[in-house]
């Protein structure tokens, strides 16, 4: 299959105020994230490199000690390994994650 509707895709929540939909192919996902105002993604790592684009709202990220509010079409890129968290603003947020390789523990 290679195309989708987000909307068909049922939810996973990945912390309190946080869901995604992903979708994913041989060697990479793609993590469609809604964040409820004020939500927040603790901090942690993983090995997978990670970048995003912020399509809706604002977020407040840090990656590796380094804090910054970016908001509509601002991007970003994480590599594996390193320390990153994210809180979103008073009106929530919408992010497209994409991880390689493929997160398995994202497929659903």
Same mark, same amino acid.
């Given at each position: 299959?290679?195309? /989708? #509707?987000?909307? =068909?895709?049922? @939810?996973? *929540?990945?912390? +309190?105020?946080?869901?995604?939909?992903? /979708?994913?192919g041989e060697n990479?996902?793609? %993590?469609?994230?809604?964040? #409820?105002?004020? $939500? *927040? &993604? +603790? %901090?942690? @790592?993983? %090995?997978?490199?990670q970048g995003g684009? !912020? !399509?809706?709202?604002?977020?407040?990220?840090? !990656?590796?000690?380094?804090?910054? @509010?970016?908001?509509?079409?601002? &991007?970003?890129v994480i590599p594996? =390994? &390193? *320390?990153?968290?994210?809180? $979103?603003?008073?009106?929530?947020?919408?992010?497209? #994650? &994409? /991880? $390689?390789?493929?997160?398995? *523990? /994202?497929?659903?």
């Amino acid at each position: 299959m290679y195309y /989708f #509707d987000p909307k =068909d895709r049922e @939810t996973k *929540e990945l912390a +309190p105020g946080v869901r995604t939909r992903t /979708f994913w192919g041989e060697n990479l996902l793609l %993590s469609v994230l809604e964040m #409820d105002p004020n $939500s *927040e &993604v +603790p %901090s942690h @790592t993983h %090995s997978h490199e990670q970048g995003g684009i !912020i !399509i809706q709202g604002e977020v407040e990220m840090g !990656i590796a000690g380094e804090a910054m @509010t970016i908001g509509p079409g601002y &991007v970003y890129v994480i590599p594996g =390994d &390193v *320390e990153h968290w994210a809180k $979103s603003g008073a009106q929530g947020a919408k992010v497209m #994650d &994409v /991880f $390689s390789p493929v997160r398995e *523990e /994202f497929k659903y």
